[in-house]
């Protein structure tokens, strides 16, 4: 079973709900690294970690990798958001995620939490990760479903 993927997964989860209207700077910079480093942790952690409670899950973690790696650069969430982000903050401490408010006399505060760049610029980036959660989700469905675990 993919146990330990999975309750990264749930921090990150705990992550993503943390990214609230109003959160600014640091505060907000903080749980928008943690959540895409757990975004990418999920992975590892299936294959460094549950792969090995079984000869059989570990050929299909193994066989689902090489199948994503070889379909480069799709899945897009893949390789240009979870991978890429995770890289450009661990190497450079790039964060392409903007923070910015929008004052309008008279009406609320508007809170801007769009992608800056990459291929989901313009995105609001609780959305992406939204997306990348949900991605996650179904490449572990479908791990579990080929090994035949709960």
Request: aromatic share 8%.
């Amino acid at each position: 079973m993919t146990e330990g993927a999975r309750q990264v997964l749930q921090d990150c989860r705990h992550a993503r709900s943390q990214l609230v209207d109003g959160l600014m700077g640091r505060d907000w910079r903080l749980r928008w690294i943690t959540a895409v480093i757990l975004l990418r942790s999920v992975g590892y952690v299936l294959k460094k970690v549950d792969a090995k409670r079984s000869p059989k899950l570990r050929g299909v973690v193994d066989e689902m990798w090489e199948r994503s790696n070889n379909s480069k650069p799709e899945p897009e969430i893949l390789w240009e958001f979870i991978e890429r982000d995770r890289d450009l903050i661990l190497k450079e401490y790039e964060v392409r995620a903007g923070q910015g408010v929008v004052l309008t006399p008279g009406e609320p505060t508007k809170f801007l939490y769009t992608m800056k760049s990459g291929a989901f610029a313009g995105h609001d980036q609780r959305d992406v990760i939204d997306r990348a959660i949900a991605w996650w989700e179904a490449y572990l469905d479908e791990v579990d479903r080929k090994a035949g675990t709960p």
